[in-house]
T-cell receptor, first 112, second 116 residues
Framework: SQELEQSPQSLIVQEGKNLTINCTSS?????LYWYKQKYGEGLIFLMM?????EEKSHEKITAKLDEKKQQSSLHITASQPSHAGIYLC????????????FGQGTRLTINP | NAGVMQNPRHLVRRRGQEARLRCSPM?????VYWYRQLPEEGLKFMVY????????ESGMPKERFSAEFPKEGPSILRIQQVVRGDSAAYFC??????????????FGSGTRLTVV
């Protein structure tokens, strides 16, 4: 089984709608990173969370890390075509190990 | 300030040939990480290097794969005698010091290796 589970695996939403992607671990998340990947391209850094209960926002994207530091959510408000892509969560599951474990990704499609 | 530069972007090799993938970290970054993304699979950690040192190679296949980060020049991921199963996207990331929540990781655009 995956150490980091992302859900859903794929998501199709109407432009303008809100959506949420989840990232869950059975282990403590010492650092949680959200990246976006366009097909065939590199990873674009979105946000990094470290503290339990932490929440960060950038433009229409908000990421949260729960108090227990085992789950994170990424919420997009009023989705736009530019939000389409694959969203990846990565995590430090061993403190100080310097290697990220990634979820399988969530493929987001925005319909006009 | 240029980001993490990887080249080539696309590489085609015949079975049995060698593949060399290059990664120049961001200016001021001295830590490099290599990840592999196999088709239909997630990103997997391969190796973590500092200048002239391999710190963690727990994700590297035991045979045919090697990595280096010399004092001068880019980091190199080398795959000898490539097989079809090596076809994947290889990503490099860098951090200014040891990454983690304090400094994060910046990824390059990747090298897509196709073995024919």
């Amino acid at each position: 089984s995956q150490e980091l589970e992302q859900s859903p695996q794929s998501l199709i939403v109407q432009e303008g709608k809100n959506l949420t992607i989840n990232c869950t671990s059975s282990k403590t998340l010492y650092g949680l990173y959200w990246y976006k990947q366009k097909y065939g391209e590199g990873l674009i850094f979105l946000m990094m969370l470290q503290k339990g209960g932490e929440e960060k926002s950038h433009e229409k994207i908000t990421a949260k890390l729960d108090e227990k530091k085992q789950q994170s959510s990424l919420h997009i408000t009023a989705s736009q075509p530019s939000h389409a892509g694959i969203y990846l969560c990565g995590a430090d599951l061993i403190q100080g190990a310097q290697k990220l474990v990634f979820g399988q990704g969530t493929r987001l499609t925005i319909n006009p | 300030n240029a980001g993490v530069m990887q080249n080539p972007r696309h590489l085609v090799r015949r079975r049995g040939q060698e593949a060399r993938l290059r990664c120049s970290p961001m200016k001021g970054h001295s830590h490099v990480y290599w990840y592999r993304q196999l088709p239909e699979e997630g990103l997997k950690f391969m190796v973590y290097l500092q200048k002239e040192n391999i710190i963690d190679e727990s994700g590297m296949p035991k045979e045919r794969f090697s990595a280096e980060f010399p004092k001068e020049g880019p980091s190199i991921l080398r795959i000898q005698q490539v097989v079809r199963g090596d076809s994947a996207a290889y990503f490099c990331a860098s951090s200014p010091r040891s990454g983690g929540p304090s400094y994060g990781y910046t990824f390059g655009s990747g090298t897509r290796l196709t073995v024919v």
